[in-house]
């Protein structure tokens, strides 16, 4: 659609003629065309949207599926090269986030230090790097002082870090959820860097999305979350195996009426290219992260990608329905039948 478009096809898939649309919300009949007007969905009940850029769901890459603890900053740098130039960055991805494993110790001032042999040029000049390739960069620490690979996470550590990422240039923070000392209310560390990040976009416009692990109780958590976070992870870990995919994917419906613009259930990063899923199980894949208005991140070996990898995560149609802002602000499609 052109910048002068005023109308959108909405939930239509013409890869896949024997899919059936379920028209149990009253969404526009065939064609499904739709007016689009110049009213802004609702801010929804936590307050005013986040700044503009944060409220569809975030596409980029994540380290840890392919890489695991095996990282580097020429490995980031790659990754890095190859979003700007293998078509992704013109479809929307955008995030180079490092997993697990970068940070060894804290300075005497408490400050992160990443591992000096993996990261010499320091964190800062591998942002630098990345936002060289107008890409955006991320980061990943634990609420918890341990994070799942026995690494210092942010437990008292809160405003420092925010201060630290917000000097480094951090786009993008997932807070895991794993060992060691943790806060009594989850809410806490949480509640610690959103104002660390808040203080940072006020002084420098820059926006930083907020990941964070866990929430799955609409009636709980599910209350309060999207006043503390961007998106929020609702599972476990999942597995390349089509098993762990359908697990995930039917997971998701109880927690659909807490998305919104801005803020979006994450059933986990995509498997997208890794070994365990046949090719037709990775397409269903990429089409149900992008119906539930998931989070893309990308997790499979960049640098190698084959063509029919990319050619699942850059399918034009798929992501325009990922990135719609739904009707009446709904970003979440639900399962209806199995």
Same mark, same amino acid.
Request: proline content about 6%; overall charge negative; glycine content about 10%.
């Given at each position: 659609?052109?910048?002068?478009?005023?109308?959108?096809?909405?939930?239509?898939?013409?890869?896949?003629?024997?899919?059936?649309?379920?028209?149990?919300?009253?969404?526009?009949?065939?064609?499904?065309?739709?007016?689009?007007?110049?009213?802004?969905?609702?801010?929804?009940?936590?307050?005013?949207?986040?700044?503009?850029?944060?409220?569809?769901?975030?596409?980029?890459?994540?380290?840890?599926?392919?890489?695991? +603890?095996? /990282?580097?900053?020429?490995?980031?740098?790659?990754?890095?090269?190859?979003?700007?130039?293998?078509?992704?960055?013109?479809?929307?991805?955008?995030?180079?986030?490092?997993?697990?494993?970068?940070?060894?110790?804290?300075?005497?001032?408490?400050?992160?230090?990443?591992?000096?042999?993996?990261?010499?040029?320091?964190?800062?000049?591998?942002?630098? %790097?990345?936002?060289?390739?107008?890409?955006?960069?991320?980061?990943?620490?634990?609420?918890?002082?341990?994070? +799942?690979?026995?690494?210092?996470?942010?437990?008292? @550590?809160?405003?420092? !870090?925010?201060?630290?990422?917000?000097?480094?240039?951090?786009? %993008?923070?997932?807070?895991?959820? +794993?060992?060691?000392?943790?806060?009594?209310?989850?809410?806490?560390?949480?509640?610690?860097?959103?104002?660390?990040?808040?203080?940072?976009?006020?002084?420098?416009?820059?926006?930083?999305?907020?990941?964070?692990? @866990?929430?799955? !109780?609409?009636?709980?958590?599910?209350?309060?979350?999207?006043?503390?976070?961007?998106?929020?992870?609702?599972?476990?870990?999942?597995?390349?195996?089509?098993?762990?995919?359908?697990?995930?994917?039917?997971?998701?419906?109880?927690?659909?009426?807490?998305?919104?613009?801005? @803020?979006?259930?994450?059933?986990?990063?995509?498997?997208?290219?890794?070994?365990?899923?046949?090719?037709?199980?990775? /397409?269903?894949?990429?089409?149900?992260?992008?119906?539930?208005?998931?989070?893309?991140?990308?997790?499979?070996?960049?640098?190698?990608?084959?063509?029919?990898?990319?050619?699942?995560?850059?399918?034009?149609?798929?992501?325009? /329905?990922?990135?719609?802002?739904?009707? !009446?602000?709904?970003?979440?499609?639900?399962?209806?039948?199995?």
């Amino acid at each position: 659609l052109g910048p002068d478009a005023d109308i959108v096809v909405r939930y239509a898939w013409l890869d896949f003629v024997e899919c059936v649309l379920y028209n149990g919300a009253d969404l526009p009949l065939g064609p499904f065309v739709q007016a689009l007007g110049t009213q802004q969905p609702p801010a929804g009940a936590h307050g005013s949207p986040p700044p503009v850029g944060s409220r569809r769901p975030p596409m980029g890459y994540n380290t840890w599926n392919f890489y695991h +603890c095996n /990282i580097d900053e020429n490995t980031v740098k790659a990754a890095a090269d190859a979003i700007a130039s293998n078509g992704m960055k013109e479809v929307g991805y955008e995030y180079v986030n490092i997993d697990d494993c970068w940070m060894v110790e804290r300075h005497p001032n408490g400050s992160a230090q990443p591992d000096p042999v993996r990261f010499p040029s320091g964190m800062k000049a591998l942002a630098d %790097y990345v936002h060289s390739k107008g890409l955006k960069f991320g980061v990943y620490t634990s609420r918890t002082s341990l994070t +799942c690979q026995k690494r210092p996470g942010a437990y008292l @550590h809160e405003e420092i !870090d925010a201060a630290t990422y917000c000097e480094w240039g951090v786009d %993008y923070l997932k807070i895991d959820s +794993c060992g060691g000392s943790d806060w009594k209310e989850a809410n806490t560390s949480w509640t610690l860097f959103k104002k660390g990040f808040d203080k940072c976009f006020n002084e420098t416009g820059r926006y930083t999305i907020k990941s964070v692990e @866990h929430c799955s !109780d609409p009636k709980g958590c599910g209350q309060w979350i999207a006043g503390v976070a961007d998106l929020w992870r609702t599972t476990r870990d999942m597995q390349a195996t089509w098993e762990s995919i359908m697990s995930t994917i039917h997971s998701q419906n109880k927690m659909a009426s807490v998305a919104r613009p801005g @803020h979006f259930n994450d059933p986990d990063m995509l498997q997208v290219g890794n070994v365990g899923l046949s090719a037709t199980e990775q /397409i269903a894949h990429m089409s149900l992260w992008c119906v539930v208005g998931a989070p893309l991140l990308a997790g499979m070996d960049l640098v190698h990608a084959s063509a029919a990898t990319l050619e699942i995560l850059s399918n034009p149609e798929a992501i325009a /329905i990922n990135q719609d802002l739904g009707l !009446d602000g709904a970003v979440q499609g639900v399962v209806v039948s199995s």
